[in-house]
């Protein structure tokens, strides 16, 4: 079981930055596909931006260009860096890894098997 934990999360003005760190002590996410997600309310969680175990990455329309994704493998750490935030990105964050996953798109829920507890950003 890999566990993680979410961080980094908070309030931010509209066009501010956030980055979020995801940490899973004692787990490595080499051989992993990485992930953010996000749910706002009243909405389905909804793919961000995936991480392939090749370092491939995509992002969702929504957040492309905005929003990139990195790991660093000897921190078993994940990022998201949230720049021109809008009002629209408020919602709670969630990590996501499987290790088995290869994600094309923004990713769905479905295709990943472990999961954060999440993080809240508010963008006001």
């Known amino acids: 079981h890999v566990q993680m934990v979410e961080s980094g999360g908070g309030s931010a003005e509209a066009g501010g930055s956030l980055r979020l760190s995801c940490a899973a002590p004692?787990?490595?996410?080499?051989?992993?596909?990485m992930g953010w997600f996000r749910q706002a309310v009243g909405k389905e969680r909804e793919g961000v931006a995936p991480i392939n175990k090749d370092d491939h990455t995509t992002y969702a329309e929504s957040v492309k260009g905005r929003f990139p994704i990195s790991k660093d493998n000897a921190k078993n750490t994940l990022y998201l860096l949230m720049n021109s935030l809008d009002l629209e990105d408020t919602a709670i964050y969630y990590c996501?890894?499987?290790?088995?996953?290869?994600?094309?798109?923004?990713?769905?829920?479905?295709?990943?098997?472990?999961w954060g507890s999440g993080t809240q950003v508010t963008v006001s």
């Open positions: 996501a890894a499987d290790r088995y996953a290869v994600v094309t798109g923004a990713g769905t829920i479905q295709q990943f098997h472990y």
């Open positions: 004692g787990h490595t996410y080499s051989g992993y596909c």
